[in-house]
Structure formats: structure tokens, C-alpha cells
């Protein structure tokens, strides 16, 4: 399955939502087309599951997360549900 990040917050939301979702890098490696992470925006913040294909990729999709959590709060919490 992979390693999965649930980051608490109050997710952004509106066209600040949208701007954030377009700063992710894509999820799929061509040409295989393999998933190499995968995410949702949910109420109480962000999830986000690394399938350990590309870590780089996912990395980076991750800190385009906190970076949105952290831009609202002083600090979030990271499970690993």
C-alpha cells in the first residue's frame, strides 16, 4: 500500500484550494501511467499515501501540503493513520 500522512488543519478551500491542487506535481509516472502517490482533501486537513515508487515526487507533493497547513497555522499535527 505505501505510507499514508493525514496532516490536521482547516484545509484551504475556494480558489486558494485550486491554486494548491495545481502546485502538485503529477501522480502518475508515464509511460507506465504507475500511481506514484495519491491524495484527498478532507474537513479536518489533508491525506496523503506515498506508494514508495518515486519518493522525490511524493516528497515534494507532501510539502506542498504542510507548506498549505502551515501557511494557516502556527503548527499542524502529522498521523500516520
Not at 496532516?7 to 502538485?24: D, F, M, R, S, Y
Request: with cysteine; aromatic share 8%.
Amino acid at each position: 500500500m505505501g505510507r499514508e500522512y493525514k496532516i490536521l488543519c482547516k484545509p484551504t478551500e475556494g480558489v486558494a484550494l485550486h491554486q494548491l491542487l495545481l502546485n502538485l506535481p503529477p501522480p502518475f509516472h508515464r509511460p507506465q501511467m504507475q500511481e506514484l502517490y495519491n491524495y484527498r482533501v478532507d474537513e479536518d486537513g489533508y491525506y496523503l499515501v506515498d506508494h514508495l515508487v518515486d519518493r522525490s515526487v511524493a516528497a515534494t507533493a507532501l510539502q506542498v501540503f504542510l507548506d498549505a497547513a502551515l501557511s494557516s497555522a502556527e503548527s499542524v499535527t502529522i498521523i500516520e493513520p
